[in-house]
């Protein structure tokens, strides 16, 4: 398998392999929530929606699952998930805790840029920090609407393209009020202290893509946290900074 896959999708697998450990217990944490939030700074779903709409009896994918979190509150609400994630030390923590929740849906072990699925299979497709920032969108993109029925939606929340602007090369540095790399040819970002590979659009590109990739776009939500909250996976960044600008976005998209 491995000889199989782009370099960055095997490096990419290498790294959540070895951190898999460390998102055991969040993980737990989110399978147990009554509601759901995303990103650093845990927004309610009231704030964001990203499974707004009828999900009761739909097919829908997770792409880039992780500990499949985010498919246990699609199957809470009705609809068939199926988690996808190129770690399979991530899939057994999911396996682990479907069972422990008592929770039951299909995960896969593979590549979210080509996904073992027929044409038009699924419903829904969402990503939090999965194949969206993990995987090409030039690649995952097009694969998700692939897989997408006629008038299926796609959610994904990333980093805001504000905030890669303005972070440091260091992991555990802040984002600054400044512009530190250039806003045009942002595509592939490779951190000095680790070795993953992550991937971020301009706006106008990612726009470009999702259109000739056969998909409407509905809505755009720049994620502003609540007051008092708290970055429980990056401590050092400011939540000031995070009411000012946006940290993260949400893309909502529908497949024509």
């Not at 997770?62 to 498919?71: I, M, Q, R």
């Not at 590549?111 to 699925?117: D, F, K, L, Q, Y």
Request: aromatic letters at 10%; hydrophobic letters at 40%; a negative charge.
């Amino acid at each position: 398998m491995s000889g199989e896959l782009p370099d960055h999708v095997r490096r990419n697998r290498e790294d959540w392999d070895r951190a898999a450990p460390d998102w055991v217990a969040p993980g737990r944490f989110l399978w147990g929530l009554p509601e759901p939030v995303w990103g650093v700074w845990r927004v309610p779903e009231s704030r964001v929606g990203m499974l707004a709409g009828e999900l009761d009896g739909r097919d829908a994918i997770e792409l880039g699952c992780g500990t499949g979190y985010v498919s246990a509150w699609l199957a809470r609400r009705g609809a068939r998930p199926v988690g996808i994630d190129i770690s399979q030390a991530q899939l057994d923590t999911a396996r682990r805790l479907q069972h422990e929740f008592g929770l039951e849906f299909a995960l896969l072990h593979g590549n979210a840029e080509r996904v073992p699925c027929p044409d038009a299979s699924f419903d829904f497709a969402i990503s939090e920090y999965g194949a969206s920032i993990w995987c090409d969108p030039y690649a995952w993109i097009p694969e998700a609407a692939r897989l997408l029925r006629p008038g299926g939606r796609l959610v994904f929340l990333v980093n805001a393209s504000l905030a890669i602007l303005c972070a440091p090369d260091g992991a555990d540095e802040p984002a600054t009020d400044r512009l530190l790399r250039p806003y045009f040819g942002l595509h592939s970002i490779e951190w000095p202290d680790v070795d993953s590979v992550e991937f971020h659009l301009p706006h106008g590109e990612r726009i470009a893509l999702l259109r000739s990739s056969g998909f409407e776009i509905e809505e755009l939500v720049e994620v502003r946290p609540p007051d008092g909250s708290t970055n429980v996976y990056q401590p050092n960044d400011s939540l000031e900074w995070a009411r000012k600008w946006p940290c993260e976005e949400v893309w909502k998209v529908r497949r024509v």
